[in-house]
């Protein structure tokens, strides 16, 4: 990829330093106008044809013109999968070089800088410093627990609100599941807050939890499991709407019998400590 190209045309002596380098590069070095007429005997040179088309016919041996620039040369070092803080999701990415470069005739030569390296996001596009790329493990599931608590949350507040009714015992029980998930005190307002939410978007809990337990693992789908079936005994007994959910939320969460079984076992032995 060229970034820019600023071509300058410039006097160029091929035995001054820097002429080496083009020879190696198997560009051909010409003869120049800073050269003596007395070593004009490269002349014979002139006739070839060079990079980019140009050819040197017409031009006086003595006065020779040799474009010369800057480029930015871009290359993809590495392709994968990386956490995009953008995107907020995994994406693909490329690791990729950009490094300055000393062009003739709008060929890079020579490098003359060093190369800088960059993370692409192909989703948004966004450039990020490499070290994106040994954060985005970390990063990454801090985000995605602190979203699996408030989802796993939402989902126990919609089973009590699934006969459309919340007591003050429901309350209690949902403020220590909160704790428990949140690893803090959750208190009345902000419980009341989330269901007052919860109640009007009347988005069911079986909906609800069929699409954000997609990005759960089995782990997060056992402990949402946990809290839901927590809540919905908050009274001791499940009723009919309450029961149907918790049912349905075997197939949801595609578990097996035995993972389901599992689940509730772990849900029994867990103490709410008020
Ligand atoms: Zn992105």
């Not at 006739?47 to 480029?71: D, N, R, Y």
């Not at 419980?191 to 954000?212: D, H």
Request: proline share 4%.
């Amino acid at each position: 990829m060229i970034d820019s190209n600023v071509a300058k045309t410039l006097s160029f002596d091929p035995h001054r330093n820097g002429s080496v380098a083009l020879e190696r590069l198997g560009v051909p070095t010409l003869s120049l106008s800073a050269e003596p007429l007395s070593k004009s005997t490269k002349s014979d040179k002139n006739s070839k044809s060079v990079p980019g088309g140009h050819k040197s016919q017409g031009f006086p041996a003595e006065c020779f013109m040799i474009l010369i620039g800057t480029m930015n040369l871009t290359r993809t070092r590495e392709t994968g999968q990386f956490y995009c803080p953008t995107c907020r999701c995994a994406q693909e990415y490329r690791l990729r070089s950009r490094r300055p470069f000393l062009t003739l005739y709008f060929i890079p030569v020579v490098p003359i800088g060093a190369a800088e390296w960059f993370v692409d996001c192909r989703g948004c596009r966004d450039k990020w410093d490499p070290t994106v790329l040994q954060m985005d493990q970390r990063e990454h599931e801090q985000v995605q627990a602190e979203q699996f608590q408030r989802e796993a949350l939402r989902s126990a507040v919609l089973v009590v609100l699934a006969d459309d009714q919340i007591s003050g015992t429901e309350v209690n029980v949902l403020r220590q599941i909160a704790q428990q998930l949140l690893g803090r005190m959750v208190d009345r307002e902000e419980l009341g807050e989330l269901c007052s939410i919860a109640q009007q978007n009347k988005i069911r809990a079986a909906n609800y939890v069929m699409t954000v337990s997609r990005r759960w693992s089995e782990a997060q789908k056992s402990e949402a499991l946990q809290a839901m079936f927590l809540a919905a005994t908050a009274e001791g007994k499940m009723d009919g709407a309450q029961l149907q959910v918790m049912t349905q939320m075997r197939d949801i969460l595609e578990l097996t019998e035995q993972e389901y079984q599992s689940a509730i076992e772990a849900a029994l032995q867990r103490e709410l400590v008020e």
